[in-house]
């Protein structure tokens, strides 16, 4: 499902991913944004992060469109920071999943027109049974996650313990465990909750196996 939505202000950046719920804590390079306009670097502004592929270096939108993924987390500024005038600083607050469609123009700042993506989530049934197998098979790798990487323990049971819905869940475990970015766009891309939570726990069983996992591309 996707609702149609005006232009909104991009970054690109490679190596990065925003997913929904999640916070994104951004370093701003001296001279990437114009700090002459204003609203679109309010606090509340909605942005979106579209990541760059490989080692691609941040650029302005269009002149490297072609290394972009399609698909872009969606959030708005919680937090900015300035030195010398300019913005150094933005964290962002993930909302939703968009996909792009057309190049915008906005003053001072790349833009885009996005899709707004909805989760796709098929509660009826058989299906409704499989996505509580799988979520609960996700916790319970998570839970493993937790034991015995330390550095991980603390976030994986605030995410356990603050949000019931397993599309919420999965997003946020990729956020603060998924280190692959391929493996993260593809969870970004993923709608089907179903398939997301699967996705996210091959991820985490490979953390806790110490192996690497070439994870499935069918995004753009």
Known sequence: MSVLQPIISILTVPSVVLFPHALLDLKVAEGQLDCTAGEWLAEGALWGIATLRGSTPS????????ALFRTVGIGHIVHRERS???IRR???EGLVRGRIVDHGT???VPAVQVEILRD??????????????????M??????????????RDVIRQVLSSHP??????DLLAHNCVRDLYARQSILAELDVGRRVRLVQIQLAQIIN???????????
């Open 59 to 66: 650029s302005v939108l269009g002149r490297r469109s072609a």
């Open 90 to 92: 933005l964290v962002l």
């Open 120 to 137: 796709l989530v098929n509660v009826e049934g058989a299906r409704r049974k499989d996505l509580a197998r799988e979520f609960a098979e």
């Open 84 to 86: 010398n005038g300019c």
């Open 139 to 152: 916790v319970r790798v998570a839970r493993q996650v937790a034991a015995s990487e330390a550095d991980l």
């Open 210 to 220: 110490h192996q690497t996992l070439q994870p499935l591309r069918r995004f753009r």
């Open 106 to 108: 906005r003053p001072g």
């Open 165 to 170: 819905h397993p599309g919420v869940v999965a």
